[in-house]
């Protein structure tokens, strides 16, 4: 009897569990069965790899063949086995040596004449595998994407008799080319927006803080113009950053393009998209919008056209910063920490406030087109500001600063913050009394403010994070009575719901 074990990576969310592969021959009718929980296409690598042997030249040995897959209570899925599988058979019937096995990791599907194919997911596997030091062994076409954790710790082949010849010590395998990485392509200038000085400041604040922003105008005010200027305003994205974005792009299905793997995610789903389409979901857990905007921004525009089922599924996510999506028979945790921009109309016609008084909304339609948002996630989103429409003189003003400008005070102010610990939307409760402490003054403001318009506990805690970053941004070691006035003016909708009920 014979028996050889050989290292590869499952795919569970972001993570990449270790896979043991045994390979055991034993005599009796010739056969080759799969344990450890395969599914179909799993299963099916019997056939990939019994022909990709053949075609190698290598004798697919004529015993009876067990193959493990441990852990065994761990779902297996994909062609990601099979070059471990053929290496296992191949080792333990003494075709290729089997004690070096141990120095490597394999993840890559087989063709039928032998040619390694590229899976999905290869980048938390590249990760883990370093972390193990073990080099992973992956397709060429994976090599790109395996080589951001560390070039050296990776291999790449076209073919299984690459890796065997390497093996064997005849021919060794080279590393992956490095990526040339695309410098963050030029992002909208926010000199582009004329005007609008109370919007531009909330985007700073907001950019400045990673507060969630909802913008409140109507049609062509620029909403979305100043939405789409936010990735311009936010410092690159660190490597660690980089890195978790990647992760997800990595086992999603969008594809995923190595080479611009620094630049900061801009999502922007259609109205009409499902739960689903937004947390994630799927039979194998796959990752959704706010998954695929992790440490970028979310785009919501026309609010209060989503389902209303829709929007309370964010509820969580932007407490938590993560979504664990749960099947029957698994499930998967993905990160979630993006920063949400929502834009939306006053009322259904668009036209409420608007100067031209062509708004003929009752009060009853106003107020059942405002409650397509829930109060819980309204109390969640930190900054809410009126976009109003700008006069002629206003619209022939000169551009304001530019986006460079505007990130110069956004990064020293998250620099700032990332000193006390984290940026200042998720600051946790425990730190909260002592980041954002008040004097008298100042909590006599917010007292009355909070009695005025029947503020939440919630909506106080968000005040309190925004008067944080507005202070950060003006260089002030202390909340001064200004910056708690501005913050509070923030929470336009929220005003306008509670005071109409005095």
């Not at 790109?144 to 093996?167: K, M, N, R, Y």
């Not at 099947?327 to 920063?339: G, L, N, T």
């Not at 620099?415 to 100042?442: K, W, Y």
């Amino acid at each position: 009897m014979s028996l050889a074990v050989v290292f590869s990576r499952a795919q569970l969310g972001v993570r990449a569990p270790l896979v043991t592969v045994e390979a055991h021959l034993a005599n009796g009718l010739p056969a080759l069965s799969i344990v450890g929980l395969p599914e179909t296409a799993v299963k099916e690598s019997r056939e990939r790899v019994r022909s990709a042997l053949m075609h190698s030249g290598f004798e697919f040995p004529p015993r009876r063949i067990t193959i493990n897959l441990a852990p065994a209570d761990l779902p297996k899925q994909g062609g990601r086995y099979d070059l471990a599988i053929a290496l296992g058979i191949l080792a333990a019937s003494q075709q290729i040596p089997g004690d070096a096995l141990a120095r490597y990791e394999f993840i890559a599907e087989l063709a039928l004449g032998g040619a390694l194919r590229p899976v999905r997911g290869i980048l938390p596997g590249a990760l883990a595998s370093a972390e193990q030091q073990r080099q992973l062994v992956c397709a060429t076409a994976n090599g790109g994407e395996a080589s951001l954790i560390d070039p050296a710790a990776t291999l790449v082949a076209d073919h299984l008799l690459e890796v065997c010849e390497h093996l064997c010590g005849i021919r060794a395998l080279a590393a992956p080319a490095a990526v040339a990485v695309i410098a963050p392509s030029a992002q909208p200038d926010l000199a582009d927006v004329r005007g609008q000085h109370q919007a531009r400041r909330a985007l700073e604040i907001a950019a400045a803080g990673n507060h969630s922003l909802l913008l409140v105008g109507p049609p062509g005010t620029g909403k979305t113009l100043l939405a789409s200027r936010l990735p311009g305003i936010l410092p690159p994205l660190e490597k660690r950053e980089a890195l978790e974005h990647a992760a997800v792009m990595s086992v999603s299905r969008r594809g995923f393009d190595p080479s611009r793997w620094r630049q900061r995610p801009f999502r922007a789903p259609h109205h009409s998209a499902s739960a689903a389409a937004l947390v994630g979901g799927g039979p194998e857990p796959a990752p959704g919008e706010i998954s695929l905007a992790h440490h970028g921004v979310l785009f919501l525009d026309e609010l209060p056209e989503f389902k209303r089922h829709v929007l309370e599924v964010l509820r969580e996510p932007l407490e938590s910063g993560s979504i664990t999506i749960s099947r029957a028979a698994k499930q998967a945790e993905f990160p979630a920490r993006f920063q949400l921009v929502a834009a939306m109309n006053p009322c259904p016609c668009g036209y409420l406030g608007d100067p031209n008084g062509a708004c003929r909304c009752t009060p009853e339609q106003i107020q059942r087109y405002r409650s397509r948002i829930s109060g819980p996630l309204l109390d969640r989103i930190d900054v809410q500001i009126e976009v109003p429409r700008l006069s002629w003189e206003q619209m022939q003003m000169s551009a304001g600063e530019d986006s460079a400008q505007v990130r110069e005070r956004v990064t020293a102010a998250r620099s700032l913050q990332q000193t006390r610990g984290c940026l200042n939307a998720h600051l946790p409760l425990r730190q909260l009394d002592q980041v954002c402490r008040l004097a008298q003054p100042e909590r006599q403001i917010l007292q009355k403010a909070m009695q005025r318009f029947q503020l939440s506990p919630r909506s106080l805690h968000r005040i309190l994070k925004v008067a944080r970053t507005i202070a950060d941004l003006a260089h002030s070691e202390c909340i001064g009575v200004p910056h708690l006035r501005e913050a509070i003016a923030y929470r336009c909708l929220e005003k306008q719901q509670n005071s109409g009920s005095e």
